[in-house]
């Protein structure tokens, strides 16, 4: 080890021994901001992220964005479950968590799915006319424009 190394060990040693209150505030207080500078780099870095790759998707104030075919299916399961008895929602679930169970004859769609996919269409399709109404309104020659 470098002998400059050794001294500057050998004094803070020598510190840490004569003024322990001191020393343990200073190592409490530096492990402190050290994870609060963490979790601040963590957090820009994680909002660089989403702001890089959603940003350019919701740019100018637009919340009408046209849904995603997973976003319209989620949101269909959500209407479905929030539409049904428990008792529809315990046996749809069961359907998917007992391995080998029989699933309508083993045949068809169960009713539910096709209940879901049918609401995620109309979703998707809610989101293109409502995204196509507000492209004809943002570009309306007859709009004003104040700014």
């Known amino acids: 080890m470098h002998p ?3 001294q500057f060990r050998h004094q803070l040693r020598r510190y840490a021994e004569h003024n322990p209150k001191t020393s343990s505030a200073l190592l409490v207080t530096a492990t402190a901001l050290s994870c609060a500078a963490m979790v601040g780099f963590i957090e820009m870095r994680d909002r660089y992220k989403y702001e890089k790759r959603y940003g350019a998707k919701n740019k100018g104030g ?3 964005t046209e849904p995603t075919r997973h976003e319209a299916q989620l949101a269909a399961m959500l209407e479905n479950a929030k539409n ?3 008792q529809e929602n315990l046996e749809n679930q069961q359907r998917f968590m007992i391995p080998g169970r029989d699933i309508e004859g083993g045949n068809s ?6 209940r879901i ?3 995620s269409e ?3 399709r809610e989101g ?3 995204q196509e ?3 004809e309104r943002l570009n309306d020659p007859s709009r004003t424009k104040f700014w």
């Open 4 to 6: 400059m190394m050794n």
């Open 62 to 64: 637009d919340s009408h």
């Open 84 to 86: 049904s008895s428990w």
């Open 109 to 114: 769609t169960p009713d539910f799915v096709r």
């Open 117 to 119: 996919d049918e609401r």
């Open 122 to 124: 109309e979703i998707l």
């Open 128 to 130: 293109k006319e409502r």
């Open 133 to 135: 109404k507000e492209r």
